[in-house]
């Protein structure tokens, strides 16, 4: 967890994938964020962007993600502190990152299965 969403922590965040999956090429697609646009972005070697069009989140696969950790670990829940929601959050993340067969089956799209082919 990261205390913002900023070009400051962007590279920190990018990093740290980076770092986890050593061996794999990857293509994480973003939208327009200007943190995910910043010049002074230096990309990992083993990691690549995909820029999607401008206003359109339903070809975003991370907003499938997120509706699954909605479902399965925010549904009729009411925390007692931003502490424990976060706690919540972080519980979610780590269960969807072991669970690949998952993950994929949310947000393996064709498009995105073919651009990773095709960064190779």
Not at 55 to 73: A, F, G, I, T, V
Not at 91 to 100: F, K, N, S
Not at 102 to 113: C, L, P, Q, T
Request: aromatic residues 10%.
């Amino acid at each position: 967890m990261l205390p913002e969403v900023s070009g400051r922590c962007m590279p920190l965040f990018l990093d740290e994938v980076a770092q986890r999956y050593p061996g794999d090429n990857i293509v994480m697609i973003v939208d327009g964020a200007g943190w995910h646009k910043s010049n002074e972005l230096k990309l990992p070697e083993n990691l690549r962007l995909l820029f999607l069009p401008p206003y359109s989140p339903e070809l975003n696969p991370q907003e499938h993600l997120w509706d699954e950790l909605r479902e399965k670990y925010f549904h009729n829940r009411a925390f007692d502190s931003l502490g424990a929601l976060e706690d919540q959050l972080v519980a979610g993340l780590r269960a969807l990152e072991t669970d690949h067969a998952r993950v994929k089956s949310i947000a393996g799209w064709e498009y995105i299965i073919n651009s990773n082919s095709n960064a190779i």
